[in-house]
Nanobody, 118 residues
Framework: VQLVESGGGLVQPGGSLRLSCAAS????????MSWYRQVPGKERELVAR????????KYGGSVKGRFTISRDNLKNTVYLQMNSLKPEDTAVYFC????????????WGQGTQVTVSS
């Protein structure tokens, strides 16, 4: 199983980034996919989640209206479009795949750094 995030980097406040997470080694279309973020000394927090079919998504309160999660089940990839970025969005962003089917399947990527600074 592999989840490989990309697209992070340094951006100015108000700017945009698009994160990608390429998945392999499992049946991507059967998993809910999420983006989490974490800053040092704080717990990992949910940024956005999209269900396996792509038909529904939810967002953490601090990113609603600014971030959009999407997925391409043919490319086994989930995306996070981040607009109107703020310094408080600075964090390591992690991709997560989750399925509850007889047992829990829970996979994580290695993370990608997003830094919002002028």
């Amino acid at each position: 199983v592999q989840l490989v995030e990309s697209g992070g980097g340094l951006v100015q406040p108000g700017g945009s980034l698009r994160l990608s997470c390429a998945a392999s080694g499992f049946t991507f279309g059967s998993y809910d996919m999420s983006w989490y973020r974490q800053v040092p000394g704080k717990e990992r927090e949910l940024v956005a989640r999209i269900i396996s079919s792509g038909g529904s998504s939810k967002y953490g309160g601090s990113v609603k209206g600014r971030f959009t999660i999407s997925r391409d089940n043919l490319k086994n990839t989930v995306y996070l479009q981040m607009n109107s970025l703020k310094p408080e969005d600075t964090a390591v962003y992690f991709c997560n795949a989750y399925r509850d089917y007889y047992k829990i399947y829970d996979y994580w990527g290695q993370g990608t750094q997003v830094t919002v600074s002028s």
